[in-house]
């Protein structure tokens, strides 16, 4: 019998809600593989689990939310933000480059399927130039028009893998519906699994807020670097 992949388009909330339900489907006991593209209800900034605070020039006093996953910080805006949390399922649970590589492609895909056509970074920019994301490059970042347009970052427990990330472009309902389900379909295929479409349910949803309060919220988790 087929795995099946849990799929889901969320609506926009707010920023330590978004990091939250992550990290409940993450920790999750009775654990499923899941794909979540999400947005944002207002301007806020992610930051990475081992970055400082301090390093963010948030001038704007936008929220800040500290990640499980590692990387930069990421201003998220208009952007469609994704997850994907997969257990021994995933075959490069262990190889991070591969991840990337894997994951980006399908992203690549499903952008081409709506008209956005980007580029691989090829070459690796060692040099960390700013606290940001999306001005520092990877092996595997995707490029459009000479900028950054689609970065991750990872966090793994046990046998269980945390990628997250965005597209740093302006989509639409319809063309986020569209990309979505071309993404959930070619990762399922990828990995020989079933789509299963089921939304966040209010009692998931109630248990993420549970967590805003008792972590995400907080200075302590917040400056916790």
């Known amino acids: 019998m087929k795995q099946y992949i849990r799929c889901i388009i969320d609506e926009p909330r707010k920023s330590y809600t978004n990091i939250a339900i992550d990290e409940l489907f993450f920790i999750n006991e009775k654990f499923?593989?899941?794909v979540r593209f999400y947005t944002w209800q207002q301007p806020a900034w992610t930051i990475g689990y081992f970055q400082k605070y301090s390093d963010?020039?948030?001038k704007q006093n936008y929220?800040?939310?500290?990640r499980l996953t590692g990387g930069l910080a990421v201003l998220h805006q208009k952007d469609l933000s994704y997850s994907f949390i997969f257990d021994d399922v995933w075959p490069y649970l262990y190889d991070q480059e591969k991840t990337y590589e894997i994951i980006h492609n399908e992203i690549k895909k499903s952008l081409t399927a709506i008209g956005i056509i980007c580029d691989n970074m090829s070459k690796v920019?060692?040099?960390?130039?700013?606290?940001?994301?999306v001005q520092t490059f990877y092996k595997g970042d995707l490029?459009?028009?000479?900028?950054?347009?689609?970065?991750?970052?990872?966090?793994r427990r046990g046998k269980k893998i945390l990628v997250e990330g965005s597209i740093h472009t302006c989509l639409n309902y319809e063309q986020i519906k569209i990309f979505a389900?071309?993404?959930f379909n070619n990762i399922s295929k990828f990995l020989n699994c079933c789509v299963?479409?089921?939304?966040?349910?209010?009692?998931?949803?109630?248990r993420a807020e549970q967590l805003v309060v008792q972590k995400y919220n907080t200075d302590k988790w917040k400056k916790l670097f």
Do not use: A, H, M, W
Not at 125 to 133: A, G, L, Q
């Open 196 to 206: 299963e479409n089921r939304p966040i349910t209010d009692e998931e949803l109630f």
């Open 143 to 155: 490029f459009l028009n000479g900028k950054k347009l689609v970065g991750s970052c990872q966090r």
């Open 63 to 66: 929220p800040v939310v500290r």
């Open 56 to 58: 963010v020039e948030n």
């Open 125 to 133: 920019d060692t040099e960390y130039k700013n606290f940001s994301c």
């Open 32 to 34: 499923k593989p899941i």
């Open 181 to 183: 389900n071309i993404c």
